[in-house]
């Protein structure tokens, strides 16, 4: 029997079998393991959730982008459901399967770049970074590597060299990659002096020819790597001039371009990857995520000439690939393609933005609100007028939602940003729902701040 609380009614955080379960966890998992909210699942679909105490919620997280097609997909469930009984595991290395080239096949085809590739399948987002990082360099023979500022790409060794957020991605693991050299990303809101939008575009590309200069080079540099919108640093979109500099940066110095789509691809932006909105063709694109509709799975994709480049034996791992994930994955883009979640990904995002916008003009503490299709950030800020960032109070909007049913999720490097990522089979009336929840909580927090 349902003894929690339905959407919208507050509810006391912990309930009482989550509050066991939390000791249990505050005994046995390092508190490195961060949470954002005190909250056992016990089961979803689509996007509400109910927690071991019968509470329900409206999931704006989606587990960190990876329910675009929501919590157990009646047709994702059924293919692994069906591969389970099969077989579970065998090591693409020992025994080879036709889930995992036909998934390599189907993306080669769903990504941009008309021309042959090959494709890697790995676990984990930050494992397909390294691997993208080993082959640009085992191909164009150079160690150095370009990432950006605010950037997220894992946290191993090599990929959280390439983030860029010290407290606590970076704290104490260092040293690390010496080969990474780390450049402003085109942050328009954040931009340090008076410009226009493509001006600052322009004027973070001329860094990077610049530094060609001064710190490495060009010869040196395999790949930049860059996420075509900022995930973790914040949900923030580009110009154009950006992502276009740099792919003309790569044409000119042999290097090559890495787009990170784990976060921005499978769909979220209303394409199918997040660089299709910028006309610029990256020469390998990881993607992780949401590619698994909830299961684990990561993937490298490049022109065949870069992928082929490493010798036999230099890719691979034990579990990359896995039978049940890339069936499930499969069914996860054929969801996409079949029940037009691109053309939704686009009207929910007006929908959600339309209200941001809303609650920007009544709302001091929204400083900022921007979108790509249903990729959507909110910027708080304490004032306007020197975009102080809001971080205290963004945690207190965050509480005032879980309370009444809503959960979402923190980013930007000061956690003073929303990403609102409900997944795309959300029904209009709970994204409204979740919206009113959000406003309510903004409205709260802001009265209290005048
Ligand atoms: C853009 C981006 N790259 C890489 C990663 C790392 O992925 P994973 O956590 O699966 O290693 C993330 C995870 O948030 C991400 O957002």
């Not at 075509?228 to 044409?251: A, N, Q």
């Amino acid at each position: 029997m349902n003894k929690g609380k339905k959407v919208g009614e507050e509810r006391a955080l912990p309930g009482e079998q989550a509050a066991s379960l939390l000791s249990l966890r505050n005994e046995y998992v390092p508190k490195g393991v961060f949470q954002i909210a005190p909250i056992f699942i016990s089961k979803g679909k689509g996007a509400l959730i109910e927690d071991v105490d019968g509470n329900e919620y409206i999931d704006f997280a989606a587990g960190i982008s990876v329910l675009n097609i929501g919590h157990c997909h009646d047709k994702v469930v059924s293919a692994i459901k069906e591969q389970a009984d099969k077989y579970l595991h065998t090591c693409f290395h020992v025994l080879m399967y036709e889930s995992y080239v036909k998934l390599a096949e189907k993306l080669a085809e769903i990504t941009p770049g008309n021309f042959p590739k090959q494709v890697l399948l790995t676990n984990s987002g930050a494992e397909a970074v390294e691997n993208s990082v080993k082959v640009a360099r085992r191909y164009t023979g150079r160690y150095g590597i370009i990432a950006f500022e605010h950037a997220f790409h894992g946290r191993t060794t090599l990929a959280m060299g390439l983030t860029s957020q010290v407290k606590y991605y970076k704290y104490g693991f260092g040293p690390f990659d010496p080969g990474i050299q780390r450049f402003p990303y085109a942050y328009t809101y954040r931009a340090p002096f008076k410009t226009t939008d493509a001006e600052y575009g322009e004027y973070c590309v001329r860094t990077i020819e610049d530094s060609f200069k001064t710190y490495m080079p060009a010869e040196a540099i395999a790949a930049i790597i860059v996420e075509p919108v900022l995930g973790e640093g914040g949900y923030v979109i580009p110009p154009v001039e950006f992502l276009k500099g740099l792919r003309r940066i790569c044409d000119d110095y042999g290097i090559l371009f890495i787009a990170d789509e784990i976060q921005s691809g499978m769909g979220r932006t209303g394409k199918m990857w997040a660089i299709e909105h910028f006309e610029v063709v990256p020469d390998i694109l990881v993607a992780a995520k949401s590619l698994g509709g909830g299961m684990v799975l990561s993937a490298v994709i490049g022109r065949r000439d870069i992928m082929d480049s490493v010798d036999i034996g230099g890719l691979g791992s034990t579990f990359g690939g896995n039978p049940v994930s890339c069936v499930a994955a499969l069914q996860t883009i054929e969801v996409i393609e079949q029940d037009k979640l691109l053309d939704r990904a686009i009207k929910l995002g007006k929908i959600t933005k339309d209200r941001l916008e809303g609650m920007k003009e009544k709302y001091g503490v929204i400083g900022d609100v921007r979108g790509l299709g249903s990729l959507i950030g909110v910027e708080f800020v304490a004032d306007r007028k020197t975009k102080e960032p809001a971080t205290k109070e963004a945690g207190e909007i965050r509480q005032k939602c879980l309370e009444h049913g809503l959960i979402t999720m923190p980013c930007g490097v000061l956690h003073n940003v929303f990403r609102l990522i409900f997944p795309l089979v959300i029904k209009e009336d709970e994204l409204e729902k979740g919206l009113d929840i959000l406003e309510e909580a903004i409205k709260e927090v802001d009265q209290a701040m005048s």
